[in-house]
């Protein structure tokens, strides 16, 4: 079976991660590029990694990558391409751009370039000079950066952050992605308790049941390309049989939060519902600063109001306080809080153990994070 080249698409500052999530999933020959990470493999791993990986955007096949300083250039590094061996004569085939730092800038013209070097190719191969392009769906993005043109083929849809749980949102939720990064990056094992005292639609400690469980996070949804020619039946079926396999709900799970919101509590609790984790997952309307969070060892994961959930500057702050206090109050307790605030170590009353800049959308947050002891070993430790 033929190797190809993918692309996995990540929001900036995750790309480590979904680096590691590779690894583990055994791709070891990885590439750490800005926004992205780069890997190998076949058509079953365009299946498998679409199902598992938690902390990417999206799985795309790099097609080809060349220099491109002209519409010419651009337009005969795309014909090159052998279209036909993946795109079927009835294919619906758009094509999305973008471009930086580079000089073809104008995206709509560079859009255009390509969908006809594409139409151009496939009329040679098809025999054929108009296409009704009414059969599956295969998105072409063409990206340019400081005059290299990459072409891709998308082979998600809708990012893979819509998990298919969460049908109602509240204002400014954390994505689904970016709350796997924060249970990954911390030291969260299913054995230990886990809070989030501002749970907001719970995607924290759903994303947190997940990985206790070891649910992949695609299995509820679909995927555009599971009705590509060239991606047969077998390749997803085997792929979900996989994950299927995987799955170990043998520990109980410990997983509490609150908000202050009774409406964001019905969401969360509903999207609980939805994933298959609602019998499991507890959430409760209280003001953080009167949860009181049991066991030893556990680890409290937040990501506080900010930016359009937020009502006064000043709150900031005083979230940041109480959840210093707090933190001194769970002494076997670890902390991890994403936030873009710059005097947050100061408000939390000390420094972090280690901070990582993260982005939520178009947010500089740091994930700061304050180490407690590890448990011993009957209570879960690595």
């Known amino acids: 079976m033929e190797k190809l080249t993918l692309l996995a698409a990540t929001q900036m500052g ?50 080809a990558a060349f220099e491109a300083v002209t519409f010419d250039q651009l337009f005969e590094g795309t014909k ?23 000089q073809l800038s104008s995206v709509p013209a560079c859009q255009s370039i390509v969908k006809k070097a594409v139409v151009e190719k496939l009329k040679e191969a098809y025999k054929t000079e108009w ?30 952050h819509k998990r298919g749980y969460r049908k109602t949102v509240p204002i400014a939720p954390l994505k689904e992605t970016m709350a796997a990064a924060l249970v990954l990056l911390s030291r969260w094992k299913p054995e230990r308790p ?7 639609s719970g995607t924290i400690l759903i994303e947190a049941a ?75 309307a209280l003001s953080f600063d009167q949860a009181h969070p049991n066991g030893d060892y556990g680890c409290l994961i937040t990501n506080p109001p900010y930016g359009e959930r937020l009502g006064e500057e000043s709150d900031m702050k005083r979230f940041a306080t109480g959840l210093g206090r707090m933190h001194k109050q769970l002494d076997t307790w670890s902390t991890f809080v994403l936030s873009p605030s710059k005097t947050f170590e100061k408000d939390f ?24 002891p590890l448990p011993p070993r009957n209570h879960g430790a690595d």
């Open 14 to 63: 995750m790309e480590a991660i979904t680096a590691q999530e590779l690894k583990d999933l055994g791709y070891n020959d990885v590439e750490v590029q800005n926004g992205k990470v780069r890997f190998y493999g076949n058509e079953s791993d365009i299946a498998r990694t679409n199902l598992w990986l938690r902390t990417a955007d999206r799985i795309l096949i790099e097609m």
């Open 80 to 102: 090159a391409i052998d279209w036909a061996s993946w795109i079927p004569a009835d294919a619906e085939f758009p094509v999305q751009g973008r471009s930086h730092k580079s």
């Open 194 to 200: 886990l809070y989030d005292p501002f749970c907001g």
């Open 349 to 372: 009353g000390g420094k972090a153990t280690k901070r990582r800049k993260l982005y939520n959308g178009r947010i500089e947050c740091q994930l700061y994070q304050y180490f407690g």
């Open 210 to 284: 997940m990985i206790g469980w070891n649910i992949a996070p695609g299995l509820r949804r679909n995927f555009p390309s599971e009705h590509w020619s060239r991606m047969k039946d077998e390749h997803w079926d085997v792929a979900r049989e996989e994950a299927y396999d995987a799955f170990s709900d043998e520990i109980p799970l410990d997983i509490f939060g609150t908000d202050i919101d009774p409406t964001a509590i019905e969401i969360a609790e509903l999207s609980a519902r939805k994933s298959g984790l609602g019998d499991e997952l507890k959430f409760r």
């Open 131 to 160: 296409f009704q392009e009414t059969g599956a769906y295969y998105a072409i993005e063409v990206s340019l950066l400081k005059d290299r043109a990459v072409i891709t083929l998308d082979t998600t849809g809708p990012s893979l």
